[in-house]
């Protein structure tokens, strides 16, 4: 990671901080100097707060729905009513939904799109206009291995990811003239609630070792303070199972994606 030092007003935003990755996300920017805005539907972001402040940075918590329609919007001000610009954003927020699409709910469905993907555009869109205005600023958004490939029994969520890897390559790119970086953030299978969440605890992948998520986020911070455009982290499976995904064919990578996600897996 190259060497960064951050004013005392250094300012950062982490979306859906009040576990796994986007906690430790927002340690990682605590430890760093960043005073920090988070933000998650549940009221656990209060207690992380407290977790957070203890590495002595200034924390705002924030409790709002950002799959919501107006949950964006309502969030953005909060943000531009802080006091200070700001200088790097980890969009993390996500959910998943684990099963056959046949039998699903189409509404837990919609909502990982809501949060997934129409959130993250949303607020990009708002809080990149500022940044490439003072031509400042970092944004990492939590992709996944599992956008790197179809993903049957989590069809929703791994479209959801591969749009947000395409998306944050994309706009890196149209911004590569100015003085704002994209990052995109690939974890595997990570040691946090989404595979109970996600109604995955019986699939062989739910059910196997998993990484650290402190872990995931320290690669994912030095990354982003880097400047790199993407790193696949944690283990060297998830680096191996990204570059695999990218070389076979597209019906072999669903197939060994299914063996993994497939309900009932674990006890096979």
Do not use: C, W
């Not at 469905?109 to 708002?126: A, G, P, Y």
């Not at 291995?145 to 479209?159: K, L, N, S, T, V």
């Not at 995904?245 to 060994?256: D, F, L, Q, R, Y």
């Amino acid at each position: 990671m190259e060497h960064y030092d951050p004013s005392a007003s250094a300012f950062a935003v982490v979306t859906g901080a009040s576990s796994g990755i986007g906690l430790e996300l927002a340690k990682q920017f605590a430890r760093n100097g960043f005073d920090l805005m988070i933000v998650a539907e549940d009221e656990d972001i209060f207690d992380a707060a407290t977790e957070i402040e203890a590495l002595g940075a200034r924390v705002e918590p924030v409790q709002i729905d950002l799959a919501e329609e107006d949950g964006v919007d309502e969030f953005y001000e909060r943000i531009s009513s802080y006091g200070a610009p700001l200088d790097a954003i980890a969009i993390n927020a996500g959910v998943g939904v684990g099963g056959p699409f046949l039998e699903n709910d189409i509404e837990d469905e919609l909502n990982i799109i809501n949060l997934n993907v129409i959130s993250t555009v949303r607020l990009s869109k708002l809080v990149l206009k500022d940044m490439v205005a003072r031509n400042e600023g970092r944004v990492l958004y939590t992709s996944s291995i599992a956008a790197d490939a179809p993903g049957p029994f989590e069809a929703i969520y791994a479209a959801s990811k591969a749009f947000v890897q395409s998306f944050a390559e994309a706009i890196r790119n149209e911004l590569k003239d100015t003085g704002v970086t994209i990052t995109s953030l690939q974890p595997g299978p990570t040691d946090t609630r989404f595979f109970e969440r996600a109604g995955m605890e019986d699939t062989k992948v739910g059910a196997a070792k998993k990484d650290d998520p402190a872990d995931v986020a320290k690669e994912g911070f030095e990354a982003l303070m880097a400047g790199k455009d993407h790193v696949v982290a944690g283990s060297m499976k998830n680096k191996v199972q990204s570059t695999m995904s990218k070389v076979v064919p597209e019906t072999t990578a669903a197939e060994i994606h299914r063996k993994q996600a497939e309900p009932g897996g674990a006890s096979q």
